[in-house]
């Protein structure tokens, strides 16, 4: 049984960065990639960027560059999504969320993560 | 604004057809890449509900059906339930160089 265990909600200040963790379970870890999505309160699914573990290489939405960097621990298989200089409105439940590619294009999301929410306020 | 286009909301009664529309461009349904589509219940995290445009995940019901015409994108429920009160999204992939994942901007489908 596959399953994307997130790290718990955060509270934080505009200014600072949160870390969020994704550990992965129940599948060969080296063989999917992770992806990451923000989901403001009341609002749609937002991409952020996404991690092959096999190739280490990220690649991330414009909107993102240079705020955000997503990496991957093979040995525990675990996922991290890091965003810097928080805003009041990077307040947002994260996700992670698995896929595969085939022949190079990531194909469906099969397992999310239960959500991660991150408040930020002064 | 979303670069894949669905309805804000749509309805029916239970044992009504629905469908839900998701118009993309040739920078992504037009340019061949699939079209998933995800269900959120209520306070909960996405489910993957059909990919590669038609394909049901094991366990999903075969009243959740999926299609396409041209660079539309519908996912069609027949014989509503309560419990498939929920937002919809589709997904698909795009070959600009500003964003590779894209998302529309979900549906919410009330059952009446």
């Known amino acids: 049984q596959v399953q994307l265990v997130q790290s718990g909600a955060e509270v934080k200040k505009p200014g600072s960065s949160v870390k969020v963790s994704c550990k992965a379970s129940?599948?060969?870890?080296?063989?999917?990639?992770i992806t990451w999505v923000r989901q403001a309160p009341g609002q749609g699914l937002e991409w952020m960027g996404g991690?092959?573990?096999?190739?280490?290489?990220?690649n991330y939405a414009q909107m993102f560059q240079g705020r955000v960097t997503i990496t991957a621990d093979e040995s525990t298989s675990t996922a991290y999504m890091e965003l810097k200089s928080l805003r009041p409105e990077d307040t947002a439940v994260f996700y992670c969320?698995?896929?595969?590619?085939?022949?190079?294009?990531?194909?469906?999301?099969?397992?999310w993560g239960q959500g991660t929410l991150v408040t930020v306020s002064s | 604004q979303s670069v894949l286009t669905q309805p804000p909301s749509v309805s029916g009664a239970p044992g009504q057809r629905v469908t839900i529309s998701c118009t993309g461009s040739?920078?992504?349904?037009?340019?061949?890449?699939?079209v998933h589509w995800y269900q959120q219940l209520p306070g909960r995290a996405p489910k993957l509900l059909i990919y590669?445009?038609?394909n049901r995940p094991s366990g999903v019901p075969d009243r959740f059906s999926g299609s396409k015409s041209g660079t539309t994108a519908s996912l069609a429920i027949s014989g509503l339930q309560a419990e498939d009160e929920a937002d919809y999204y589709c997904q698909s992939y795009d070959s600009s160089l500003s964003v590779n994942w894209v998302f529309g901007g979900g549906t919410k489908l009330t059952v009446l």
């Open positions: 969320a698995r896929f595969e590619t085939k022949f190079g294009v990531p194909q469906s999301l099969d397992y």
């Open positions: 590669g445009y038609t």
């Open positions: 991690i092959i573990p096999m190739s280490t290489t990220a």
């Open positions: 040739i920078s992504n349904i037009g340019a061949g890449y699939d």
């Open positions: 129940g599948g060969t870890f080296s063989n999917y990639g």
